[in-house]
C-alpha cells in the first residue's frame, strides 16, 4: 500500500506532495464522527492524531520553513491550514486540511489532519453575517420596500419586516416605517453563508414551508454597524487662512491627517476638494467657518454653504444639489459659524462643499472674507436610519455575530444531525428523528467484528440528573424580566429529569445567540382596546409594566436586545369569534394582513411550530424526547471491526449497520465514531455503535408552561406549591421550588 499527503492551494491546484517516511511506519490515524450522545452540544467530524513527517528542503518549503524560527514571514500563514487531500493506492481517501504543531530537531514536523467536515465549521465560525452576500441586499426603508418584502417568501427575498412591540409608539396609534426593522430568513442565512463557503446544502427540514417563515432579528437597532460608520468619517480643515473674493468656491480643506483632523479611509482629496461616498446612506456635514473683519461693505453678510454631488473628474459638474444653508454673518468682528447639511448619497458619489456670498459690484474696493485658520468640516454616514433612507442589509449586522452562532443555535433548537461528503462539498443535516436512512438500507457488519477481541456493552450515565434547555439569558427586555420574576419560571426553559442512576447535578443546553420572545396582543397599533381583536406579535419593552400600551416616547423605544428567532406571519389574524383582527398600518386601517412575529401559539394567532422547549408540542418534545429515552434505556456497544479503505470513503453516517449474531447483540446502529482507522494496516478499528430502535418517548411534565394561552397578559403567576419543613411535629419552615434558580426558596410570612 502507499500513501500521499498532496498540499493544494485554496483553488486546488497542486503545491507538492510531501516526503513521508516508511510507508508501514506512517502513522497516520483517522477518526470519523457524527456525534457523541454523551454530550448534546458536541458534533464531531474526521481528524487525526499527531503524526510526523521528515524535515526534507521539499516539506520545508511545503510547510512554510515553520522550522527557521529567525526568518521573517507571515507567521498568521505559517501557521495556518493548508489545504491537503490524503491518496491511499492512488484512491483520494479524505480531504481537508494540514496544520503544523511543531517542529524538532530539524529531524521531523509535527502535524494534524482535519478533514473537510470540520472545515467548513471552522470557516463559519469565520464567516461574519455582515460579509454574506444577501439577495436584495440594497434597501430604502419606506412603506414601498416594507410592503414588498413581506409580500414575498424566502424563496425571492432574504429578509421580511415583521411588526415587533417595541415601544416608543404607543401615542401614534398606528405603526409607521420606523417600527419595522429587517429580519433575515434563517434559510436565507444557512444557504447563502455556507454556499459562499463553497458547501451545497441537502436537508428536507429547511425547506420545510414552515421552516422557511423562521426569521432572526439580528438588527435591532436600524443602527448602521460601527465599521461602516468609521469607513465614512472625515474631518478636515484650513491650517492656513484663505481668502476667498465671492462666487461659488469650493471649500479644499488642506489638513486631513492631524489631530483631530482624520481620513482612515482616503475617502477625501484635499487638492480638488472631493470626497467619495465609500457606502450608499444618508450623510451629515458639520461646516464650522471662523470669520474675522471682512474687506466688504456693510456689517453684516449671507452667506450659504452648499452640497453637491455628480460624477465630475474634478469640478462638481455635472452634479446636483443635494442640501444648501445659509446665514447671516457679522463682518465686523471675529466670529464661528457652523452650517449642518444632510442628503442621500449612493456609494461612488464624488461630493464637495462649496461657499457662496455676493460681493457689491459697486464697491469701489475689491471685497473679501478671509476664513480663518480652523475653519474645518466633518462629515459621517449617519448612524441612525430615518424613513427615506438607503441603506444595505449587511450594514445593519453587528460584525459580532459569525455564521456558527447561527448554526449552533439552530443545531440546539431541532437537535440537528450533519453529515458531510467532502468529495461532492454537500452538508446533509437533518433533526436527529428524521436524519438516518430507513433499516432497508442499513448495512451489514457482522462479519467485520473480530470477535478475538472483546467487545463492550454499555450505558449512558455521563449526564447530570438534571438536563436543562434553554434560550440565551434575556438582556435588556425588561417586561419578560419582569413576567419571570412574577411566575417564577424561566419562560421557554425546560428542565428534563433523569432517573436516580444518573449523577445529581444539572447539565444545560443553552442557545449562545438567540433569546426567547414573548406574545402579546399589541394594543398600540389596534382599533380597539380589547386583547381578543387586537393584532398579536411580539412584545420587547424596555420596562416592566402591567398596562396594554408599551412605553412611549424617545426613550421608551427598546433599541437594544440579544437577537431573537421566531415565525414571521403575514397573513390575517381572527379573533376567538372568529372576526379579523384590525390593524392600523401606516395610517391605514387594514384586515387584510398583519405582518408578526410569532414565538408560540397566544389569543387565536397559531405558531407553526411551538419555539419553547416547553409543553407537548415543544422543542423538546419533539426533537429530544424520543433520543432521551434512548439514552435512558439504549445501550452502546464498541467493538473492533475489520474496516478496510472502501468501508471508510464509502462511511456515510446516515446508514445504519446490522449485526445479526451473536443474539445479545443483535440489531440496527448507529455508527457514533470509527477512532483511529489506520489507512496503512490490515489490523481492526475501533468503531462506537449505538443500538437504534423505537423505544418510544420520555414523558413531559405538563406543570413546565410556556406561553400563558389566549387570554392571560403574563402577569398571573401559578401558585407554587409549598413545601413545609417539620421539626418535632412543629412546622418550622415553609419553601416554595424557584423554577428560575432552581432553588428551593423560603417563603416570607
Not at 446533509?428 to 451489514?444: G, S, V
Request: aromatic share 12%; proline share 4%; net charge negative.
Amino acid at each position: 500500500m502507499s500513501v500521499v499527503i498532496r498540499i493544494i492551494d485554496n483553488t486546488n491546484n497542486v503545491l507538492g506532495n510531501l516526503d513521508l517516511a516508511n510507508f508501514k511506519d506512517f502513522p497516520l490515524a483517522l477518526t470519523k464522527g457524527i456525534v457523541n450522545l454523551d454530550n448534546l452540544k458536541a458534533r464531531t467530524g474526521t481528524y487525526s492524531k499527531t503524526f510526523k513527517v521528515p524535515n526534507t528542503k521539499n516539506n520545508s518549503n511545503l510547510l512554510s520553513n515553520v522550522d527557521n524560527i529567525n526568518s521573517k514571514k507571515d507567521y498568521r500563514d505559517a501557521l495556518g491550514r493548508k489545504p491537503c487531500v490524503i491518496i491511499v493506492d492512488n484512491n483520494q481517501n479524505d480531504s481537508g486540511f494540514l496544520q503544523v504543531s511543531k517542529s524538532i530537531n530539524k529531524d521531523y514536523f509535527e502535524l494534524i489532519f482535519f478533514g473537510n467536515n470540520i472545515d467548513w465549521v471552522k470557516s463559519a465560525s469565520e464567516l461574519k453575517l455582515n460579509a454574506i452576500t444577501w439577495n436584495n441586499n440594497a434597501q430604502i426603508y419606506n412603506e414601498v420596500g416594507i410592503t414588498t418584502a413581506n409580500s414575498a417568501t424566502s424563496n425571492t427575498y432574504d429578509h421580511a419586516y415583521p411588526y415587533i412591540s417595541r415601544g416608543g409608539n404607543a401615542s401614534n396609534g398606528f405603526a409607521s416605517v420606523t417600527d419595522f426593522y429587517p429580519c433575515m430568513y434563517l434559510r436565507s442565512i444557512l444557504e447563502r453563508g455556507l454556499n459562499q463557503l463553497g458547501w451545497n446544502l441537502n436537508s428536507s427540514f429547511l425547506i420545510n414551508n414552515d421552516i422557511k417563515k423562521l426569521v432572526c432579528d439580528l438588527s435591532n437597532s436600524m443602527t448602521v454597524a460601527d465599521t461602516i460608520i468609521d469607513q465614512s468619517k472625515t474631518r478636515a480643515q484650513f491650517t492656513p487662512d484663505v481668502v476667498d473674493y465671492g462666487g461659488d468656491i469650493i471649500f479644499k480643506f488642506d489638513d486631513d491627517s492631524s489631530a483631530p483632523n482624520n481620513d482612515n479611509n482616503n475617502n477625501y482629496t484635499p487638492l480638488t476638494g472631493i470626497y467619495i461616498v465609500p457606502s450608499n446612506g444618508r450623510y451629515n456635514i458639520n461646516v464650522s467657518i471662523i470669520t474675522d473683519n471682512w474687506i466688504v461693505t456693510g456689517t453684516t453678510k449671507d452667506i450659504s454653504v452648499k452640497m453637491y454631488s455628480g460624477s465630475g473628474s474634478f469640478i462638481i459638474l455635472p452634479a446636483s444639489l443635494k442640501d444648501i444653508q445659509t446665514k447671516t454673518i457679522s463682518t465686523t468682528q471675529l466670529e464661528t459659524t457652523t452650517f449642518e447639511l444632510s442628503a442621500i448619497l449612493t456609494q461612488g458619489d464624488k461630493l464637495q462643499i462649496t461657499h457662496d456670498w455676493t460681493a457689491n459690484p459697486f464697491s469701489s474696493f475689491p471685497e473679501e472674507v478671509k476664513f480663518k485658520a480652523g475653519t474645518f468640516f466633518d462629515i459621517q454616514r449617519s448612524p441612525k436610519l430615518s424613513k427615506g433612507d438607503t441603506f444595505s442589509l449587511s450594514e445593519l449586522i453587528p460584525d459580532s455575530v459569525k455564521l456558527i452562532d447561527v448554526i449552533n443555535d439552530f443545531t440546539r433548537m431541532f437537535n440537528i444531525y450533519y453529515w458531510t461528503d467532502t468529495k461532492s462539498k454537500t452538508i446533509y443535516f437533518e433533526p436527529r428523528n428524521d436524519f438516518f436512512k430507513p433499516i432497508t438500507q442499513a448495512l451489514d457488519w457482522t462479519d467485520k467484528i473480530d470477535f478475538s477481541k472483546n467487545y463492550e456493552i454499555d450505558y449512558i450515565n455521563t449526564y447530570k440528573r438534571n438536563v436543562e434547555f434553554k434560550y440565551k439569558e434575556l438582556n435588556n427586555d425588561e417586561w419578560l424580566k419582569g413576567w419571570q420574576d412574577v411566575n417564577k419560571r424561566t419562560y421557554a426553559r425546560y428542565n428534563y429529569v433523569l432517573p436516580d442512576r444518573f449523577a445529581e447535578g444539572t447539565d444545560t443546553i443553552e442557545l449562545g445567540l438567540f433569546s426567547a420572545s414573548y406574545g402579546n396582543a399589541c394594543l398600540e397599533v389596534s382599533t380597539t382596546t380589547s386583547k381578543d381583536t387586537s393584532p398579536v406579535s411580539l412584545k420587547i419593552w424596555n420596562e416592566y409594566i402591567n398596562t396594554g400600551l408599551p412605553p412611549t416616547g424617545a426613550t421608551g423605544r427598546i433599541n437594544s436586545y440579544n437577537p431573537r428567532i421566531f415565525f414571521f406571519n403575514n397573513y390575517f389574524q381572527y379573533s376567538t369569534s372568529g372576526a379579523n383582527k384590525l390593524i392600523n398600518l401606516f395610517g391605514n386601517i387594514t384586515t387584510s394582513i398583519v405582518p408578526s412575529g410569532v414565538f408560540e401559539t397566544w389569543n387565536n394567532l397559531t405558531s407553526p411550530m411551538n419555539l419553547s422547549f416547553t409543553g407537548a408540542d415543544g422543542l423538546f418534545a419533539t426533537h429530544y424526547s424520543n433520543m432521551f429515552k434512548n439514552i435512558e434505556d439504549g445501550g452502546r456497544l464498541t467493538a473492533y471491526l475489520r474496516l478496510d479503505d472502501v468501508d471508510i470513503n464509502n462511511l456515510d453516517f446516515r446508514n445504519l449497520v446490522y449485526i445479526s449474531t451473536p443474539a445479545e447483540i443483535t440489531g440496527y446502529y448507529i455508527v457514533e465514531k470509527v477512532q483511529d482507522y489506520k489507512p496503512l494496516s490490515d489490523g481492526t478499528t475501533k468503531v462506537n455503535l449505538f443500538k437504534f430502535e423505537d423505544l418510544g418517548n420520555v414523558a413531559i411534565d405538563p406543570n413546565q408552561k410556556g406561553n400563558n394561552g389566549n387570554s392571560n397578559n403574563g402577569n398571573n403567576p401559578v401558585s407554587p406549591n409549598p413545601v413545609y419543613v417539620v421539626s418535632n411535629g412543629q412546622i418550622i419552615n415553609v419553601v416554595v421550588f424557584d423554577q428560575i434558580t432552581q432553588n428551593f426558596e423560603p417563603v416570607i410570612l
